[in-house]
């Protein structure tokens, strides 16, 4: 199952898109002569980013579901439609899972999201990893016809949709296509369900980004509701040039050498954690030389392997 590469390891490190610094001072400057709202990122260099990052061996590219840009949020994630996206990206790559973090499932059809990811699963050769949430914009819901306040139960309901738990009430004949079995299900913090719900009937946590310390409770409530099951969360990196610049905290991650970094992230194995995503928009350096970097020196004590 495609989920059991995010535990190989000791830990694997992936990547989160959009691939741009647009919060970088450059990536400011470049945004402001671009015009280009704050949140909206540099899309120019994704596909060679992309691929790039699959050759070097990271282990999973995320991309979050954002439907509409709200200057009050200020971030429109990768600007693209979240499974027309994947597609196109699994075109580009061969080896690199492809996850979602997360689709906002109260604003979709959940039989044409269910569609939509066995159609990526099958075409991608089963690099999926379906990320669900039940979102935290309010000002999305009325557009959809959705209620905000019940948004957990329509959650719970479309994932007994995407789980096959409501084809028995489905017409003779009926059936969904393609019929392979369902992704892995990932859910982003609790979704409005209990800690147990959502032990028993996801395969994955997608928690948020903070430091090694906070995320050993949150591993220990993981680990009590759902055993071994992946345990994911996100680094906010700013590499610097200095191999052994030391770690600067800021909100959501580090700026830190690449030594720092394998600091951090043993720390993050230490706690527990199975997978780490980074996401590069405060990053100062260029991207391409970022990721070649960390390919180079980082992934290799970690990505070790399999005997």
Not at 29 to 57: C, N, Y
Not at 220 to 235: H, M, P
């Amino acid at each position: 199952m495609n989920i059991e590469k995010l535990s190989r390891g000791p830990l694997s490190i992936g990547v989160e898109l959009p691939l741009d610094n647009d919060w970088s001072t450059s990536g400011q400057l470049k945004r402001q002569r671009d015009r280009r709202p704050f949140g909206v990122p540099d899309m120019t260099e994704h596909a060679s980013l992309i691929a790039l990052a699959d050759k070097l061996g990271f282990r999973a590219a995320w991309v979050r579901d954002v439907p509409l840009y709200d200057p009050d949020f200020g971030d429109a994630a990768q600007v693209f439609e979240t499974f027309t996206y994947l597609g196109y990206l699994s075109s580009l790559t061969r080896n690199i899972l492809l996850g979602t973090a997360a689709v906002v499932l109260p604003l979709r059809q959940p039989w044409l999201v269910r569609k939509a990811a066995a159609t990526l699963q099958t075409l991608s050769g089963d690099r999926l990893l379906l990320g669900v949430a039940s979102g935290d914009r309010p000002v999305e819901y009325p557009l959809f016809g959705q209620d905000y306040a019940t948004r957990g139960e329509t959650f719970r309901s479309s994932v007994g949709i995407l789980k096959g738990e409501a084809d028995t009430g489905l017409q003779p004949g009926l059936r969904m296509l393609p019929a392979n079995p369902p992704p892995p299900l990932l859910v982003a913090g609790l979704a409005q369900q209990t800690p147990e719900w959502v032990g028993k009937n996801m395969d994955g946590w997608l928690s948020y980004p903070g430091t090694p310390a906070d995320h050993v409770s949150r591993v220990k409530l993981w680990r009590q509701v759902a055993g071994d099951k992946a345990y994911v969360s996100f680094i906010h990196l700013d590499l610097s040039e200095d191999a052994n610049a030391p770690v600067q905290r800021h909100r959501f991650g580090i700026k830190t050498g690449r030594n720092g970094l394998i600091q951090e992230l043993n720390a993050m194995q230490e706690a527990g954690v199975n997978h780490i995503g980074l996401h590069f928009r405060r990053n100062q350096r260029p991207l391409n030389e970022t990721l070649m970097e960390i390919g180079q020196w980082v992934l290799p004590e970690f990505h070790r392997p399999q005997v």
